[in-house]
């Protein structure tokens, strides 16, 4: 058997179904796939998933438990139970996979063919902890009057406490208006009209995005003095959820000399 939606050290933030495939070998003359079991064990506690009646279940037990799957060559697991899948938790789903081989004194029946012998589990952790992220050039307060900048930048990570994803994210992107002539600044550093929400794509110093960059190429044309501008953060973590609310940091560009009275 192969599970074919998880991948082994993902980190997903839904998991409403498991699937896979099942083949019997060799191929040609095989008796066929019969039926499909599945063992998932929280790694916390290395306690068993026992489903029950209605999608239910609970992980009640430290013996490993099999639950039947939904099929033969194509299998499926439901999984919507809402004590199923816990944030900042990592699970060992593993499959097993019948055939129809048996006896022919012996009724057919669920387990009673050639078991598969060589398991394959994959883990993944589970997380809807939302990303957070801070600028720290420019630096605070809001509405500060500063030089032009080369380079944005700031922090970023998951809350979760999880090995597998603590301080680890996934991306990090920026979003740069002109307050006063009501402009966005576009991948290729000009600017469009109106405050559209684009983000641009920022860079990624060392691993995890735990700091992140933006550079503009050529500072003295992006800012304009006595300009305000306004820059809003956004993090994505490794299982693709996206920060909420707004991270953001505005200023004012001042590059004329000052003169004597």
């Known amino acids: 058997?192969?599970?074919?939606?998880?991948?082994?050290?993902?980190?997903?933030?839904?998991?409403?179904t498991i699937s896979g495939q099942c083949g019997d070998n060799p191929a040609v003359n095989a008796?066929?796939?019969?039926?499909?079991?599945?063992?998932?064990?929280?790694?916390?506690?290395?306690?068993?998933?026992?489903?029950?009646?209605?999608?239910?279940?609970?992980?009640?037990?430290?013996?490993?438990?099999?639950?039947?799957?939904?099929?033969?060559?194509?299998?499926?697991?439901?999984?919507?139970?809402?004590?199923?899948?816990?944030?900042?938790?990592?699970?060992?789903?593993?499959?097993?996979?019948?055939?129809?081989?048996?006896?022919?004194?012996?009724?057919?029946?669920?387990?009673t063919g050639n078991e598969e012998?060589?398991?394959?589990?994959?883990?993944?952790?589970?997380?809807?902890?939302?990303?957070?992220?801070?600028?720290?050039?420019?630096?605070?307060?809001n509405g500060k009057t500063i030089l032009p900048i080369a380079t944005i930048s700031g922090t970023a990570e998951d809350p979760g406490s999880n090995a597998n994803i603590a301080v680890k994210t996934d991306g990090v992107k920026i979003n740069v208006y002109n307050k006063s002539d009501d402009q966005t600044l576009k991948a290729n550093q000009t600017w469009e009209a109106t405050d559209t929400?684009?983000?641009?794509?920022?860079?990624?110093?060392?691993d995890n995005w735990t700091t992140w960059y933006y550079t503009i190429t050529y500072p003295t044309v992006t800012w304009v003095n006595?300009?305000?501008?306004r820059i809003r953060s956004k993090a994505v973590d490794l299982a693709a959820n996206e920060e909420s609310g707004t991270v953001e940091r505005t200023f004012v560009i001042d590059t004329s000399s000052p003169t004597s009275v």
């Open 226 to 229: 006595t300009k305000t501008y």
């Open 117 to 141: 012998t060589s398991l394959n589990p994959k883990t993944f952790t589970y997380d809807t902890t939302l990303p957070v992220s801070t600028i720290t050039t420019p630096s605070a307060p």
């Open 31 to 111: 008796a066929g796939p019969s039926d499909n079991w599945i063992r998932i064990k929280r790694l916390s506690d290395n306690r068993y998933w026992t489903a029950t009646a209605a999608d239910n279940g609970d992980y009640n037990s430290t013996s490993e438990v099999w639950n039947k799957c939904s099929g033969a060559s194509a299998w499926t697991f439901q999984a919507t139970s809402t004590a199923i899948w816990t944030n900042d938790v990592s699970y060992q789903v593993t499959s097993k996979g019948y055939d129809f081989a048996r006896p022919e004194t012996e009724a057919s029946g669920d387990k």
């Open 1 to 16: 058997t192969t599970l074919t939606n998880i991948t082994d050290g993902s980190v997903l933030k839904s998991m409403a």
């Open 197 to 206: 929400g684009l983000y641009l794509t920022c860079t990624n110093p060392v």
